[in-house]
C-alpha cells in the first residue's frame, strides 16, 4: 500500500467514524459537570466557508452528464455542506444526483466515504435561474487540507452552464448518471473547469472565522503549477494551519482578467462582492488584490476611478462586518499591455492603497515581487514567463509576506 493510498484510508476511516459518532443514538447518562462546558462549546461552532471559487458563464451546459470535481479544504469541520450555483443559467437547473467523499486519487474516492447529499431533505434540487442552494448538512467530520471529490448528476441541463472555468485543478466528467460509483472506471474525461460547485462550508469551533481572497488571475492562481495547490491563497491556508490561534478557512474568489470597476471576464469585484464574498458563511475578512486588468495599456481608467471602486468595496465590506485588506498592485513592466500611462497610474493607485489609511490593513505585494533593478518589472526569480504571473515561488512570496495578524484588523484596532 502507497503513503498516498494509506492516508486516504485514515481520511476515509475518519469519516466514517465521525459520522457514526454523530447518527448512533444517545445513550442514557447521568448529568455532570461537563455539561455546561460541552454545552458551551457547542454554542461557539459555526458555518466557516473551507472552499469557494467564483461563479462566471462556462460554456453550454450538456444533458446527461456527471461532474467529478476536486477541491481542497482548507480548513477542518463537522456537518460539510456545499453550495451550487445557477447564477448565469438561462432557466431552472435541476440536480438529480449529488454525492461528496474523500478523492482517494485520480477519479477514484476512498473506499466507504461516498455518501449522498440531501436539499431540504430530498435527494434532488432544482435551482432557479440566477440563485443557488445549499445541502443540508452531512454528518461527519472533514478534515483540512483534503481533497474532497463532490459528484453530481444533470439529467435535463441544457441553456448555459455556471462554474469557474480556470480550476488549475484536474477534475472529471462522464456521460450518464455515475455519481455513486467510487471507482474511476467512468470518469474518462479529464476537464480543468468547475462546474456549477461554488462552495463548500463546514461547521467548526476550531476556526476563528474565514478569509476571502478576491481577485483576478494572478489569486486564480495562473502560472502557478496545477494540481498542486500552490496558488497565493494555498499558501496562506498553510500558514494559517500551522499558526495557533490563527486557523482560518480561504476561500478563493479570483478570476482570471477580472477588473474592479468593469464587467468582462466575469462580473466586476463591485458586481460579485455580494454574491462570491459577503453571503459566504463565516467570512471575516475581505482580501482585495486587484486592478491590473482596469488599468493596463489603452483602458482610459483613471486611479481616481480605482480609488472610488476602492472605496466602495471597503465602505460595503466594513458595513457588513468585516475586515478589509487592501494589496497593492503587482509590476508588470514588460507585460503585452504595459505601457508608461499604466504604469503612472499603478504608482498612484498603490500609493492610495499604502497611505490613505482606508484600509483595515495593508499587504505590500508590489515591493514582495519587484526587482530590486526596476521596480517596475517584476523579479525574475517569481516570473511565471509572462512578465506579470508569479510562479509558485512568487506564490509562496506573497502568502509569506501576509502579516496574519492584519487579517483579524489588529492593525485598526491598534491606531
Not at 466514517?16 to 447518562?29: F, R
Not at 434532488?124 to 448528476?153: E, K, M, Q
Not at 486564480?220 to 495557533?244: E, F
Request: proline content about 4%; glycine content about 10%.
Amino acid at each position: 500500500m502507497t503513503a498516498r493510498f494509506a492516508r486516504a484510508g485514515r481520511l476515509a476511516a475518519l469519516l466514517l467514524i465521525a459520522a457514526a459518532v454523530q447518527v448512533a443514538p444517545a445513550a442514557a447518562q447521568p448529568a455532570d459537570t461537563h455539561a455546561s462546558t460541552a454545552e458551551a462549546a457547542a454554542e461557539q461552532r459555526h458555518d466557516v466557508v473551507t472552499w469557494g471559487a467564483s461563479a462566471d458563464r462556462i460554456g453550454d451546459a450538456v444533458n446527461d452528464r456527471s461532474y467529478r470535481l476536486i477541491v481542497r479544504t482548507s480548513v477542518a469541520g463537522d456537518d460539510l455542506r456545499i453550495r451550487l450555483s445557477n447564477a448565469f443559467g438561462d432557466r431552472p437547473l435541476t440536480f438529480d444526483s449529488v454525492y461528496a467523499g474523500i478523492r482517494k486519487e485520480g477519479a477514484a474516492v476512498a473506499r466507504g466515504t461516498n455518501r449522498r447529499l440531501s436539499f431540504g431533505g430530498s435527494p434532488s434540487v432544482t435551482v432557479p435561474v440566477g440563485a443557488t442552494a445549499y445541502s443540508d448538512p452531512l454528518p461527519g467530520r472533514l478534515p483540512a487540507a483534503t481533497d474532497l471529490a463532490v459528484s453530481l448528476h444533470t439529467s435535463e441541463a441544457s441553456g448555459t452552464a455556471t462554474g469557474h472555468s480556470m480550476a488549475m485543478q484536474t477534475s472529471y466528467a462522464a456521460e450518464g448518471d455515475h455519481t455513486g460509483e467510487e471507482g474511476a472506471a467512468s470518469w474518462t474525461q479529464p476537464i480543468g473547469s468547475w462546474f456549477y460547485l461554488d462552495a463548500v462550508s463546514v461547521r467548526t469551533s476550531s476556526a476563528t472565522g474565514a478569509v476571502v481572497a478576491l481577485g483576478d488571475s494572478i489569486t486564480d492562481g495562473w502560472q502557478s503549477t496545477s494540481d498542486l495547490n500552490r496558488r497565493w491563497p494555498d499558501y496562506l491556508a498553510r500558514r494559517l494551519r500551522a499558526t495557533t490561534g490563527q486557523v482560518k478557512g480561504v476561500a478563493n474568489e479570483g478570476i482570471s482578467g477580472n477588473k474592479v470597476l468593469a464587467d468582462g471576464a466575469g462580473q466586476s469585484a463591485l458586481n460579485r462582492l455580494n454574491r462570491d464574498v459577503l453571503s459566504l458563511p463565516g467570512v471575516r475578512t475581505v482580501f482585495l488584490f486587484e486592478g491590473v486588468n482596469d488599468i493596463k495599456a489603452h483602458t482610459g481608467v483613471t486611479a481616481q476611478d480605482m480609488i472610488k471602486g476602492y472605496r466602495e468595496i471597503i465602505a460595503r465590506a466594513q458595513e457588513a462586518g468585516k475586515c478589509v485588506v487592501g494589496a497593492t498592485v503587482a509590476p508588470f513592466k514588460g507585460w503585452y499591455e504595459w505601457d508608461a500611462a499604466a504604469e503612472s497610474v499603478r504608482q498612484d493607485v498603490n500609493q492610495f492603497i499604502r497611505d490613505s489609511g482606508e484600509f483595515d490593513a495593508v499587504t505590500d505585494f508590489d515591493r514582495i515581487l519587484r526587482s530590486p533593478y526596476d521596480h517596475e518589472r517584476i523579479l525574475p526569480a517569481f516570473d511565471g514567463g509572462d512578465r506579470l504571473h508569479p510562479n509558485d515561488k512568487g506564490m509562496q512570496a506573497m502568502a509569506d509576506a501576509i502579516d496574519l495578524k492584519s487579517l483579524d484588523c489588529s492593525a485598526r484596532a491598534a491606531r
